[in-house]
């Protein structure tokens, strides 16, 4: 899906748009390439609120309180999530990064629910989104279809509510 069609809901994109500057370091680094529709949009959005309800990471967000860093909300998630499936397995039947193709979150809601991206299956199949909202779901929509479709209100998870919009929040690093 082209980013132009979001322009209309959430506005002009305000950051660079430079995937290979923002990208090229953490994959290299976790041998993970990622989706090129998200990360075209995390490049061309930054990170921010969409919906005053949902906070997508950046791999450049500034450190501390100034930006959501992607691999912080890796390690945290990673690390809590790790600690849940170990005491009770059965509400968490998705293994989550650094386990060995673990889900990668990618934002989180204001009420605490993570929205991963879900790698490839064996025999092909594309990234898809997997949510936890106290169950998991798991969605069989790229990036961007995931997204748009949550906007317009067509999924039956209330993820994103009201009227679409996105607010930069934090600084990226340069």
């Known amino acids: 899906m082209e980013l132009s069609r979001f322009r209309e809901l959430l506005g002009e994109p305000a950051v660079n748009g430079d995937v290979e500057l ?3 370091a953490l994959e290299d680094r976790t041998g993970i390439e990622l989706p090129d529709d998200y990360k075209r949009f995390v490049s ?6 969409l919906n005053d309800q949902l906070y997508l990471f950046h791999p450049r967000g500034a450190d501390g309180g100034d930006g ?3 691999e912080y909300l890796w390690a945290d998630a990673g690390s809590a999530y790790a600690h849940l499936s170990r005491n009770v397995p059965d509400l968490y039947p998705y293994a989550v990064y650094p386990a060995v193709d673990g889900c990668l979150p990618i934002a989180r809601s204001s009420s605490g629910n993570c ?5 490839p299956k064996a025999g092909g199949q ?3 989104i997997v ?3 106290g169950e998991w779901v798991e969605v069989s929509l790229s990036f961007t279809d995931f997204l748009w479709t949550a906007l317009q209100g067509g999924l039956d998870i209330p993820i994103l509510e009201d009227e679409p919009s996105f607010e930069p929040v934090g600084a990226l690093e340069l």
């Not at 061309?44 to 609120?49: I, L, P, R, V």
Request: glycine share 8%.
């Open 22 to 24: 923002d990208w090229r």
């Open 44 to 49: 061309a959005y930054g990170s921010g609120c």
């Open 68 to 70: 959501l860093r992607l």
């Open 115 to 119: 929205v991963f991206l879900s790698p």
């Open 126 to 128: 594309d990234w898809s």
């Open 131 to 133: 949510i936890d909202m």
